[in-house]
């Protein structure tokens, strides 16, 4: 098993590796000062970034490090901000094994056939297996991902590695997800319907009905959309046999704005809120917004089409 550094996500390593900071001493000082902001602020983000921009600016730091974390804090919330703060304790070492990942974690370069291994994933899986994690990592995928994995584009492992680092974060909580029995998120009282409609054999029957109404992948969408849908279809069904009418087609509601558009308008009113945020660099929004959009896709998990 590896280092107590194993549980960090790769959003939270994101935004810690985004931090610029000169030598260790600064490093512990703002995990101080954000540890204080934190207690202090009672859960007030608003408040506690501003606590956390008057005293990194007292001591001296790089005030587009506050701009850069108060976009991806407005995203991700107090969860966020206790991910970060709970890194203290293996401070200053984990920041430089996430900002420099091939010299602290290797002690030389990443061989061609890792190079699209991003660092915070490197940071993850050296804190997992630490220096051996490249031949720990290779028969993992061939296990996970079965032979010729190596042949897909690099961008498209990197984002299924993501998926996987987690399981190695969280290695309880992915067994129990995979344990999970069929319609396990169906409520009781939606049980009982469904019950008066198939009778005590009710998932097959559902189960075909769901991928005819609903489209094949519906059951990879989060737990409580398909709550709502079958609440929707169940208020469906009742009114159809109340009016001796035919259940009409249905689908999984949809937004009428695509899930980027509501992601792009949430980050655009998170950067409103951060003062001067107008006077960054392009190359520095454009690096808030990649953060942002990892933590926003992790507490809003994107649809499956």
Do not use: C
Not at 128 to 143: F, M, S, T
Not at 194 to 223: E, F, K, Y
Not at 237 to 250: R, V
């Amino acid at each position: 098993m590896g280092s107590s550094t194993e549980a960090v996500d790769a959003v939270t390593a994101d935004v810690v590796r985004g931090f610029e900071f000169r030598g260790d001493d600064e490093v512990l000082s703002w995990w101080q000062i954000m540890r204080r902001a934190r207690e202090e602020a009672n859960g007030d983000i608003e408040d506690l970034v501003n606590r956390v921009r008057a005293a990194v600016l007292d001591a001296s730091f790089d005030e587009r490090m506050v701009d850069e974390f108060a976009v991806a804090v407005s995203s991700g919330g107090i969860d966020l901000v206790e991910r970060i703060i709970a890194l203290e304790q293996w401070m200053p070492d984990f920041y430089w094994t996430l900002r420099n990942p091939v010299e602290e974690a290797q002690g030389g370069e990443i061989a061609g056939e890792w190079e699209w291994v991003t660092a915070a994933q490197v940071a993850l899986l050296h804190g997992y297996w630490g220096d051996q994690w490249p031949d720990q990592l290779a028969p993992w995928l061939d296990e996970r991902w079965g032979t010729g994995w190596e042949q897909n584009p690099a961008e498209h492992r990197a984002t299924w590695l993501d998926a996987l680092v987690q399981e190695l974060a969280a290695p309880e909580e992915a067994a129990e997800e995979a344990a999970a029995p069929p319609f396990a998120w169906v409520r009781p009282e939606q049980a009982d319907a469904v019950t008066g409609i198939w009778g005590v054999d009710w998932h097959d029957p559902m189960r075909r009905h769901l991928d005819s109404r609903w489209g094949a992948g519906w059951d990879d969408n989060p737990d409580d959309h398909k709550v709502a849908w079958l609440n929707d279809l169940l208020t469906e069904w009742s009114a159809g046999a109340s009016s001796g009418e035919q259940e009409p087609a249905a689908q999984p509601p949809t937004s009428e704005l695509s899930y980027d558009q509501v992601m792009e308008q949430a980050f655009a009113s998170a950067l409103e809120k951060v003062p001067g945020a107008a006077d960054l660099p392009d190359d520095e929004i454009a690096r808030a917004r990649a953060t942002f959009a990892a933590e926003f896709e992790r507490t809003h998990p994107r649809p499956v089409v």
